[in-house]
């Protein structure tokens, strides 16, 4: 069973940038889409990025052109580099499984202030 540890958040101005990272216990290898989520109180999780085994990659357009996903399966980490943050980008970030979800880490809090 895979296990995810969610890093890297914290708070910053408008325009700054933090770089996510997501390790995991077992090996990722197999996993064919790897992808990074974010919710806020009230709303539904929504998937903003995710990369293939391959290393093609989908982003919701609202993030498109200012975060970059990446993943090393050497070291069974996923990664969301997050730059020119907006205060809408404030939520827990999560990452998962897209085809298949594994359990939800406790996230990492990113809060973008204005």
């Known amino acids: 069973q895979v296990q995810l540890v969610e890093s890297g958040g914290g708070l910053v101005q408008t325009g700054g940038s933090l770089r996510l990272s997501c390790a995991a216990s077992g090996s990722i290898f197999s996993i064919d889409v790897m992808g990074w989520y974010r919710q806020v109180p009230g709303s539904q999780r929504e998937l903003v990025a995710s990369i293939t085994s391959s290393g093609s990659t989908y982003y919701v357009h609202s993030v498109k052109g200012r975060f970059t996903i990446s993943r090393d399966n050497a070291k069974n980490t996923v990664y969301l580099q997050m730059d020119s943050l907006k205060p809408e980008d404030t939520a827990v970030y999560y990452c998962?499984?897209?085809?298949?979800?594994?359990?939800w880490g406790q996230g990492t809090q990113v809060t973008v202030s204005s």
């Open positions: 998962n499984g897209v085809l298949t979800r594994y359990s």
